[in-house]
C-alpha cells in the first residue's frame, strides 16, 4: 500500500514536471510577443504639438529669408529620434536647394551647461548644407508650439503658415513619408494640395523628462541628464 502511495507521488512530481516543460516555452513567447507589440506601439505613438500660429512672428536671427518661405525645425540635442528626422530634412533641402531659409532650433534649457548641446545629433545638423543652427532657451518653442523633437513648421514668404508636423512616418523610422511629401510640394508651388498640412510628429518630448526610450533624453528644465 505505501509503495503505490510512494509510486503516484513520483507519477505526479514527473507529470508536473512535463506540465512545466510546456508551458515555459509558451510563457516565453507570450512574453516576446508582448514586448515587440509594446515596441511597435511606442514606435508609432505621435508626440504632442501645441497651437502654432497661423502668421510667422518675426524675431531677429542670422538667417537672411529673402524673401522666401521659411522653414523652422526644433530639436532637442539628445533625442535619438530625431536623427531620422534630420535626414529627411537633409532630403527635403536636397531636392529644394535654396527654396526655403531653414533653421535648426535645439532647445537648451536654462540652467544647462556648455556641454548640453554637443552631441551627435548637432553635428547632424552641422552637416547639412545651407542650414542654420538657432539655441533656444524655449522661447521659441513655446511661441511656435513645438513640444515634441523633430517638429517642423513652414511659412510661406507671406508669413502664413503652410504646414506644421513631423517629417517621419514613426518614431526613428526613415522613408517616404507625408510629411515630407507635404513640404516638398509646397516647395515646388504646389500650395493647393498641401497647403496646411499638418502631420503627427514623433519624436522625444521638449520639455517633459522621462518619455523617451533612450534614458539620456530626457528635456528638463535643469539641463541635466538623469
Known sequence: MFGRAASTTR?????????????VP?????????????????????????????????????????????????LHPMCPCSKASLKELAEIVARNPDKATVELIFVNPKGAG???AKTSLREQAAAI?????????????????????????????DGKLLFSGGITRSR?????????????ALLSGNTDVARGAKTPVYGCPLFTPGSCADPSCSADRTGKSP
Open 11 to 23: 507519477f505526479d512530481h514527473r507529470a508536473l514536471l512535463r506540465r512545466a516543460a510546456y508551458f
Open 26 to 74: 509558451l510563457l516565453w513567447v507570450a512574453a516576446v510577443v508582448s514586448g515587440l507589440g509594446a515596441l511597435q506601439s511606442y514606435k508609432s505613438r505621435p508626440g504632442h504639438s501645441g497651437q502654432t500660429p497661423a502668421v510667422f512672428t518675426e524675431w531677429k536671427s542670422d538667417a537672411d529669408s529673402q524673401g522666401r518661405p521659411r522653414l523652422l525645425m526644433f
Open 114 to 116: 556648455p556641454e548640453w
Open 129 to 157: 548644407p545651407h542650414v542654420h543652427l538657432i539655441d533656444d532657451d524655449g522661447t521659441l518653442a513655446h511661441r511656435f508650439g513645438a513640444e515634441t523633437s523633430g517638429y517642423v513648421v513652414l511659412y510661406n514668404a
Open 172 to 184: 526613428g523610422h526613415e522613408g517616404d513619408n507625408s510629411g515630407r511629401q507635404a513640404i516638398c
